[in-house]
């Protein structure tokens, strides 16, 4: 909502965020729920494409791409990496 909102500029309508997975999860399962609290909670998000897996980093499978419009009528794409740091946090 920050970049659909503008609290989070987009000059050139690129943005992204990086998830710090801290507890064992299947996060392709946890990015269903996320699509899915979108798509049920938070149509202001103006989402036009879901998070959705692409590859952009050999040999790392957890890089989502997601589209919105902010609240000015302008594209954002943003990019979602999510880090797995569960083993290593106590």
């Given at each position: 909502m920050r970049f659909v909102t503008?609290?989070?500029p987009?000059?050139?309508?690129?943005?992204?965020?990086?998830g710090f997975i801290v507890k064992p999860t299947d996060?392709?399962?946890?990015?269903?729920?996320?699509n899915n609290l979108i798509d049920s909670r938070f149509p202001q998000s103006n989402t036009t494409n879901l998070l959705a897996k692409i590859s952009v980093i050999e040999d790392f499978d957890f890089v989502y791409f997601s589209a919105h419009t902010d609240n000015q009528g302008e594209s954002i794409d943003l990019y979602h990496l999510m880090l797995d740091?569960?083993?290593i946090v106590l």
């Open positions: 503008n609290k989070y987009t000059p050139f309508g690129t943005n992204g965020m990086i996060i392709d399962e946890g990015i269903d729920d996320i740091f569960s083993s």
